[in-house]
């Protein structure tokens, strides 16, 4: 928009105070003509525009401000501990009966999640790069699995064997996961 917009308000601005006729009364000359040229260059310029700068930018990355990093790498380390004090208090709220054993283990495991996450922006810069392409590795696993179940899914309503609405709600989960792993 930059790239046209105030050229294609200049321009028509310019055309538009040309005088629709001369002292003695005769029309412009040409003034017909000038409007059409102007409206050309403004609509070149737009479409120029619209359809250029994408593929000019196409793979531009930006550099990411370190200050700005930092923060982020602190929120998500202060965050990350308020969910661990949270799952703690959480856990010993829970009635001693039979699944005990199940609410520590699952406690443990998003503990541990927060733990890894915390581990991964507070260490060294090795080791964080190292933590990061981890993590990276870890989402195109999880995001390869969905696409596998979601192939599979396919291929059993396909095949008769699963119902529309049941693969409609589970293809559903599976593109949410996906959205959620895929950023």
Do not use: W
């Not at 059409?36 to 250029?52: D, E, F, N, P, Q």
């Not at 993590?135 to 699963?162: H, I, K, P, W, Y």
């Amino acid at each position: 928009m930059t790239l046209a917009g105030v050229r294609g308000a200049v321009t028509l601005a310019a055309v538009m105070s040309l005088p629709l006729a001369l002292p003695d009364g005769s029309a412009f000359p040409a003034r017909d003509l000038a409007i059409l040229l102007a409206m050309g260059v403004i609509t070149v310029s737009l479409v120029a525009a619209s359809i250029g700068l994408p593929l000019l930018l196409k793979g531009l990355t930006l550099p990411v401000d370190p200050s700005l990093e930092a923060e982020e790498a602190l929120a998500r380390v202060t965050a990350a501990h308020a969910a661990i004090a949270e799952i703690e208090r959480l856990k010993e709220q829970r009635p001693d009966d039979h699944a005990h054993a199940e609410v520590i283990l699952a406690a443990a495991r998003v503990i541990d999640s927060y733990r890894a996450r915390i581990e991964s922006r507070t260490g060294d810069h090795g080791e964080v790069e190292l933590a990061r392409r981890g993590e990276a590795f870890e989402r195109e696993l999880r995001v390869a699995g969905l696409m596998a179940e979601r192939t599979e899914l396919f291929r059993e309503l396909r095949n008769g064997n699963l119902g529309s609405a049941t693969v409609h709600k589970l293809i559903r989960e599976i593109d949410l996961l996906e959205a959620r792993h895929s950023g």
